[in-house]
């Protein structure tokens, strides 16, 4: 006889695991499976994200963040300090350190809840029944009333530069290096091989950005974009558009890499390491029985309704797996309303407000519509922007690079988008969202006392700036 339960979680990644915890915090008798296994054998909850993304480049991205200011930016301060340089085995340790913390903490945080924590894979079979099979290779039969699919996603492989787990790795491989690669090669010039390439460029490799598209950034807002990238290479990042990798082969002298440029000539590399990050891809293989009826689209990703409910009645899917952005929070806040809604409880995510950031320095994020976006749609805008240049906190920082950009509609004032490059742009962007969320408009923010000085007077400032009423700086 098997196992029952109200609800079955399948994922316990950033979407997975909070669909669990809210679940038993409905009262619901509910279980969470994850087949994520480390390299060293361990089985961890928390997914791509808390194991091998999101928690442990943003650990690194910290460290080679602090020795870049050490080198460069503390003598401005008065601070002497001579020769630094990194550990990277320490550096390691404390990524690794924070890593274990973190998913550590998910299974305190199920225990807490009620949550059966079951490690091993989990495939749906249909009608209810869940096939679970433990890392121990024992297998058994799980039911439950809801069946939420929270399987994530996966790096995606690119043909003419395979993976070799040593010199062409993924991003992955990127953050477990033991050392700081003399050349390194970086396939993507995304969200993940902007930070990877960072994190590596201000621990002294030179650092090669390969971008098949000839435009820099181009999910983000172009005028947004352009300043990025004009500081990236500023920093060091050799960044080349338009280039199509053709070939890559690892050899004795390193990994050589052919392709082809942004006028079609044919171009070679040679690099100590090459990390190929050219996007993610749903990871469903083995997830579905033959009769469990739930659809993949052409691309692999569980189709799903607005609220997340797949073809099955009550089989649901969330995160990664299903279309949108792939960003943590937004799974989670999909995995939080899907345990509400089998709950009977309202719930509701607007995809309108869902937030990107990128943690590099500058850090950037943005969130609704760019300025090409809302021009397209044919709607009136109109446009303030703030330069950090002209903020005091910034310049206390030594982070007076970037600027606050707000776009609105000219009918009625609602805020359409807002788009920040500058220091802890990731944390302004928050209220942002909030006023997003509420249907704000530019007056609403322009009457809303910001803290002084503090660099949230940025997008204060943006606003007023929109109907040429800045403070701090020229009305154009």
Request: hydrophobic share 40%.
């Amino acid at each position: 006889m098997s196992e029952a339960y109200d609800v079955i979680v399948i994922g316990g990644g950033p979407a997975g695991y909070p669909a669990a915890i809210r679940a038993a915090q409905n009262k619901l008798k509910t279980a969470c499976i994850d087949e994520w296994k480390n390299p060293d054998g361990s089985a961890t909850f928390g997914g791509t994200c808390l194991n091998a993304g999101c928690i442990p480049s943003k650990a690194l991205l910290e460290s080679s963040e602090l020795l870049h200011r050490a080198q460069a930016e503390f003598a401005t301060h008065g601070i002497q300090t001579g020769p630094v340089s990194m550990d990277v085995a320490a550096m390691q340790k404390r990524k690794a350190g924070i890593v274990k913390g973190m998913t550590g903490g998910i299974l305190q945080l199920f225990k807490a809840a009620g949550v059966t924590a079951l490690q091993g894979h989990g495939k749906f079979l249909g009608d209810g029944k869940v096939e679970f099979t433990a890392h121990d290779g024992s297998v058994k039969q799980l039911s439950a009333k809801h069946v939420v699919l929270a399987s994530g996603s996966q790096p995606m492989p690119l043909k003419t530069a395979p993976f070799d787990g040593k010199s062409i790795v993924d991003s992955w491989g990127a953050l477990e290096f033991d050392a700081v690669p003399k050349r390194l090669g970086v396939i993507g010039a995304g969200v993940i091989g902007l930070e990877l390439g960072s994190v590596w460029r201000r621990l002294g490799a030179e650092v090669v950005v390969l971008e098949a598209l000839p435009d820099f950034l181009a999910i983000a807002d172009q005028q947004l974009a352009k300043e990025a990238l004009k500081h990236f290479k500023k920093q060091g990042l050799d960044i080349r558009l338009g280039a199509k990798v053709t070939g890559a082969k690892a050899a004795k002298n390193g990994v050589q890499v052919e392709y082809s440029d942004s006028v079609g000539a044919t171009q070679s590399l040679t690099v100590d390491k090459l990390v190929v990050c050219i996007g993610r891809r749903p990871h469903t293989q083995n997830l579905l029985g033959e009769r469990s009826g739930v659809e993949l689209d052409e691309r692999g990703f569980i189709k799903v309704d607005h609220d997340c409910r797949t073809g099955v009645p009550n089989v649901w899917a969330v995160g990664d797996c299903v279309r949108g952005p792939m960003l943590a929070h937004k799974g989670k806040e999909e995995g939080v309303a899907v345990a509400d809604r089998i709950a009977g409880l309202y719930a509701e995510v607007n995809y309108r407000t869902i937030p990107s950031v990128i943690y590099t320095a500058p850090e950037i994020a943005w969130v609704g519509q760019t300025e090409e976006q809302v021009k397209a749609s044919g709607r009136p805008y109109k446009i303030g922007s703030f330069p950090f240049l002209a903020s005091g906190r910034a310049r206390a920082m030594e982070a007076s690079q970037g600027f606050v950009k707000l776009i609105a509609a000219k009918d009625d004032d609602e805020i359409l988008g807002v788009h920040v490059i500058g220091p802890m742009a990731g944390e302004l962007i928050a209220e942002a969202v909030l006023a997003m969320e509420y249907s704000a408009s530019t007056e609403d923010l322009q009457r809303t006392i910001h803290a002084h000085p503090t660099l949230s007077e940025g997008l204060h400032e943006a606003a007023l700036a929109a109907d040429k009423r800045a403070i701090d700086m020229p009305n154009r």
